[in-house]
């Protein structure tokens, strides 16, 4: 059962312009959510993260966007940079539950 | 400060051995879980350690195993491998809270034949 979906695989956009990558959720208890990044051959690296308590929250070219009754969240990048080009993970997680359920992947790549 | 230190990098091994990954945590972290990363399968959740006890578990067969250790480091262990075992073995250090705070290694990359 997959708790946390990011149902596109891969997504290409044009440097300089907005890159947009979805997550859904299932489970009800979630209140915590994580964006990582993750390049080839090295572990993900934390991004940004939203409480439950929050929709929006930004830092620098990155905000993330909670929907709680469409049980949604989204990352924006902008403007998207080369250096972007990665795989996002989405993670979700409650207190008191010390592991973190992740999404699929969405591979984006930035196209110069 | 060193960040978190998976050793091996990479591993071959062949089906029915037993493999055992190491990971060194950021000093000071107490927190250390354990992820299996597959193609499709993003990273799921093996087990978590704080303070040499195992404070959650996932849902995979008791052939994966963990133990941490007093100074925080800590092993998986896999018994009688099978191919479908071959994956990015990930493992990630928290001062605390295991959820909110992870910091990830580069990983173990085991192929089993």
């Known amino acids: 059962d997959q708790q946390v979906k990011q149902n596109s695989p891969s997504l290409s956009v044009q440097e300089g312009r907005i890159s947009i990558l979805n997550c859904d959720y299932t489970n009800s208890m979630f209140d915590y959510f994580l964006w990582y990044k993750k390049y080839p051959a090295e572990g993900p690296t934390f991004l940004i993260s939203?409480?439950?308590?929050?929709d929006k929250n930004e830092d620098g070219r990155f905000t993330v966007f909670l929907n709680k009754s469409a049980k949604h969240l989204s990352l924006h990048i902008v403007p998207s940079q080369p250096g972007d080009s990665a795989v996002y993970f989405c993670?979700?997680?409650?207190?008191?539950?010390?592991?973190?359920?992740f999404g699929t992947g969405t591979r984006l790549t930035i196209i110069p | 400060k060193a960040g978190v230190t998976q050793t091996p990098r990479y591993l071959i091994k062949t089906r029915g051995q037993q493999v055992t990954l190491s990971c060194s945590p950021i000093?000071?972290?107490?927190?250390v879980s354990w992820y299996q990363q597959t193609p499709g399968q993003g990273l799921q959740f093996l087990f978590e350690?704080?303070?040499?006890?195992?404070?959650n578990k996932g849902n995979f067969p008791g052939r994966f195993s963990g133990r941490q250790f007093s100074n925080s480091r800590s092993e998986m262990n896999v018994s009688t491998l099978e191919l479908g075992d071959s994956a990015l073995y990930l493992c990630?250090?928290?001062?605390?809270?295991?959820?909110?705070?992870?910091?990830f290694g580069q990983g173990t990359r085991l192929t089993v034949v």
């Open positions: 350690y704080f303070s040499e006890t195992q404070r």
């Open positions: 993670a979700a997680t409650y207190f008191g539950n010390e592991k973190l359920t």
């Open positions: 939203i409480s439950s308590i929050k």
């Open positions: 990630a250090s928290s001062p605390d809270r295991a959820n909110t705070e992870a910091f």
């Open positions: 000093s000071g972290h107490r927190s």
